[in-house]
């Protein structure tokens, strides 16, 4: 059978999905690699892993491909040599260790200036850092690089020989002339990094080459963007929320804005000719997780979202800071850390989860206030994350937003979405637009609970002081 292919590189795997022009979900595979962490706060994967898990993904999803689609993590550094061959490790989005870097971008380019020109300030997961700091801590590793890639278009040179990416990935290296749509000659010439190691750009749809089988690869898509058209928000209208290991709040932009202060980002949307602006809090459904692994190991979430269920709103003063990793929106604050606050006699292992629950959701309704103060006007959102399996957790995110939320019939992410740019590089859509109407449904909405909305604006409220009061604490 024909089928839309999505390859999504993403942290831990691959993941290969199979959709039919319909919009139905044919097959899908993945295949796990590992994480390397050679120091403290490093964060590093072999690329030839990727194409290993990708041949074999696509060999298990046991259809012929009419187009492939590819998305995946961004900010990611892969450097090559004028052979085309891996001169060391990608270092990925998650990677700390250029904070010294990050400074000196914004000394030498400025930071009102920087924001300006790519949406974003200087963040450590971000590409440009992580070149400075190749040149100062491993020049022999410079010296040889002939190419520079992101983690999925390392894919697409795997699949088809062409070394191409697409605008919404290239908007995340801080190279980037957003608003243009273009590589950024001020940026590269403050930061003295040679334009020519750079890969042309295409929009997302675009045909960036073909598979020796002949079967065309379109330019895809940063994982948020393509994971934001997978669940239909490809134009103005419906937020796209992402419950997963971080948190995302996702706004289609009607042109070009960004945040002076740098806290929310704003990226080239997958939609030819869009923006997109999004804040990212770095422990959302990673909260849970990391609450459940620590403290309740071999419980099961079921079973810690039932104990939540019995406290009410606000778990009598019991207040969660979720920045067990730091902090990005609207903190970019690598050394904030977590805290549980107001505890009591009475709270219990329930109390304790949904005091979580409810901080990532206040932590999420930061980024929706920033991006209020951009124009942006939200009436509902699209939701999609591991965290969106929680009817409390959705119920309680939709009461601290204000805003219905909406789960679609697929919850498959960035691979879906990518899917779809496929199908319009193929000509199985005329556009984007098109792609998102066949193929995207909402399944169900959950409306804000009014019983709830008194307690978790005082509880928002109460939030906001979190931050302030802790960060003294982590002044030497």
Known sequence: MQALVGLDVGTTGVKALAVSPAGDVLARAEEAYALSTPQPGWSEQDPADWTRATDAALARLGVEPRAIGLSGQMHGLVCLDKRGRILRPAILWNDQRTGAECGEIEARVGRDRLVALTGNAALPGFTAPKLLWLRAHEPAVYAQIAHVLLPKDYLRLHLTGERVTDVSDASGTLLFDVAGRRWSEEVLAALELNPSWLPPTLESPAVSGHTKDGIVVAAGAGDQAAGALGVGV????????????????????????????GRVHAFCHAVPGAWHAMGVMLSAAGSLAWLRDTFAPGSSYDGLLDDAARWEPGAEGLG?????AGERTPYADPDVRAALVGLSLRHDRGAVVRAVLEGVAYGMRDSLELLRQLGVRAESARLSGGGARSALWVRILASVLGLPLERTAAQEGAAFGAALLGGVAAGTFSDVHEAVDACVRVQETVEPDPDWAAAYERGYARFRRLYPALRPLEEP
């Open 234 to 261: 490809d134009r103005v209208g419906p937020l796209s929320v992402v419950l997963g290991t971080s948190g995302v709040v996702f706004a289609t932009l009607p042109e070009f804005a960004y945040d002076s202060a």
């Open 320 to 324: 969660f800071a979720p920045y067990l």
